[in-house]
């Protein structure tokens, strides 16, 4: 039996399943959740935190491809010493305060266990559940987790095409996906849905409110991409990626002017803060007018100085950071890049005394 035949035979009744149930059926308030229009306190506490890191680790880092189609084995994805604690520790001590895991890039390898799925770590030569020790990591270091997860899927969709809408059979796994990530691992703070443009407008209400049922605090982002946010700066909303609770700025920092969080949208007014989303990773070859996600074996980090000078930027200018770091083949942030964040976390601290000291009263010595 083909991989297709399989997904039609087994998701559908698991999909079935779930909308018959009492667990599978939309509750009333999560049928009318929609971005806040003024401050609700599930966002003055992500605007509290301020900082978050994402980490990029997938098929992809075993590939030397950001944009790995998932034409590869499952068994090609194999980290030798997976530590992800390792990941949040340095997180934590870099200060951050919530972390975000790609638990579905582009090549549909998904990093959980995914029922009646076939390319996942249950197939792979590592099994080990990244998304449930991701989770665990971040409660054990007292970080907020969140997910990221890809639209744009090659190996679901049977072809590479940035542009064309998904089919309804593929919005099934997405929802069971989605589903899955929020009913195994409760307490969600944050979901990242990127290449939203090849949704609908009633899918992408569909996948906001099912995150909402499951997670009702949960942040939800829809990110804006690349070319997007660097004409906007997260001054206005792209339909595109509409509904949302935050403007995200792929690899672009906030206007000078800093972020006005009341912002109008098709008449409305809404609230949504602004989330700077940084790689910290090298200029990627292959496409030069952007950074890499992920670790390859020709990855350097940027400078510290360059890093803090972000950190920097985005505070004084009242906007969150979320920072990238790039695990390796190994399962582990590699030694260059936890030195960098050091140095790093020296410079924040060494600012943010700077900022605590206290100033000195006209006319004293």
């Given at each position: 039996m083909n991989r297709r035949n399989f997904f039609k035979q087994i998701t559908v009744p698991i999909i079935s399943a779930l909308a018959q149930s009492p667990g599978g059926q939309l509750r009333a308030d999560s049928l009318a959740a929609e971005p806040a229009s003024e401050r609700t306190p599930a966002l003055t506490e992500y605007e509290r935190l301020k900082f978050g890191v994402s980490f990029h680790f997938s098929m992809n880092t075993f590939t030397d491809n950001d944009y790995e189609p998932g034409k590869v084995a499952a068994t090609t994805y194999n980290p030798t010493r997976l530590d992800v604690r390792q990941w949040i520790r340095e997180a934590r001590d870099l200060g951050a305060k919530y972390a975000v895991l790609t638990a579905k890039h582009m090549s549909g390898f998904c990093l959980w266990d995914s029922k009646g799925?076939?390319?996942d770590v249950a197939a792979s030569a590592n099994k080990t559940d990244v998304v449930a020790a991701f989770a665990a990591a971040c409660k054990e270091y007292g970080l907020r987790f969140g997910f990221y997860y890809c639209i744009l899927d090659p190996h679901n969709e049977g072809t590479l095409d940035w542009g064309a809408?998904?089919?309804?059979?593929?919005f099934s796994l997405i929802r069971q996906h989605i589903t899955e990530l929020h009913m195994q691992y409760p307490n969600t703070f944050y979901q990242l849905f990127d290449i939203t443009s090849k949704l609908s407008p009633s899918q992408r209400w569909g996948l906001y409110r099912l995150v909402k049922k499951y997670s009702p605090n949960c942040i939800v982002v829809m990110n804006?991409?690349?070319?997007?946010s660097r004409r906007n700066q997260g001054r206005v909303c792209e339909p595109a990626s509409w509904p949302t609770d935050v403007i995200n700025g792929e690899d672009t920092l906030p206007p000078p002017e800093g972020h006005?969080?009341?912002?109008?949208?098709?008449?409305k007014a809404y609230y949504m803060?602004?989330?700077?989303?940084?790689?910290?990773?090298?200029?990627?070859?292959?496409?030069?007018?952007?950074?890499?996600w992920f670790w390859h074996p020709w990855y350097k980090t940027q400078s510290a100085e360059v890093i803090a000078s972000a950190y920097h930027t985005c505070m004084t200018r009242r906007v969150n950071l979320l920072l990238n770091l790039a695990p390796d083949q190994t399962g582990r942030l590699p030694d260059e890049a936890v030195k960098t964040m050091h140095e790093v976390?020296?410079?924040?601290q060494n600012w943010a005394g700077r900022l605590d000291a206290p100033k000195a009263m006209p006319g004293s010595n």
């Open positions: 799925y076939d390319y809408m998904i089919s309804d059979q593929y804006q991409d690349f070319d997007h006005e969080p009341h912002m109008t949208f098709e008449g803060p602004f989330e700077t989303w940084l790689p910290t990773g090298p200029i990627y070859p292959p496409m030069p007018r952007v950074h890499t976390a020296e410079r924040i």
